[in-house]
């Protein structure tokens, strides 16, 4: 059982940044890839990006391409997408969710999910 506890979220101006992070529990988080989805209201939950185990592979939604960065300290069971350049879209609640060795953009594929945190971008 992997244990996912996502913060950072909050209201910030258009073109303004946020750094997310998502503090996992498992002893083996090195095993484990992450990936960001996000939920805005009355829309169903889309794929933002996802880093492997090592660290060594992403993949980013080309919605944010060029703007978010993540990233993961292993050693501190956590990590980070890093937002910058934020748009009114993006407003949305973010979600980190943990599968078990490869990473995919599908939502279904991923186990383990956090609660989710705000973030809310005024134009």
């Known amino acids: 059982q992997v244990q996912l506890v996502e913060s950072g979220g909050g209201l910030v101006q258009a073109g303004g940044s946020l750094r997310l992070s998502c503090e996992a529990s498992?002893?083996?988080?090195?095993?484990?890839?992450v990936g960001w989805f996000r939920q805005a209201p009355g829309k169903e939950r889309e794929f933002v990006a996802a880093?492997?185990?090592?660290?060594?592979?992403?993949i980013n939604a080309d919605s944010v391409k060029g703007r978010f960065t993540i990233s993961r300290d292993n050693a501190k069971r956590t990590v980070y997408l890093q937002m910058d350049s934020l748009k009114a879209e993006d407003t949305a609640v973010y979600y980190c969710?943990?599968?078990?060795?490869?990473?995919?953009?599908?939502?279904?594929?991923?186990?383990?999910w956090g609660q989710g945190t705000q973030v809310t971008v005024s134009s």
């Open positions: 880093i492997s185990g090592s660290g060594a592979r992403t």
């Open positions: 969710a943990a599968k078990f060795t490869t990473i995919t953009n599908m939502a279904g594929d991923y186990v383990y």
């Open positions: 498992a002893r083996t988080f090195s095993y484990y890839g």
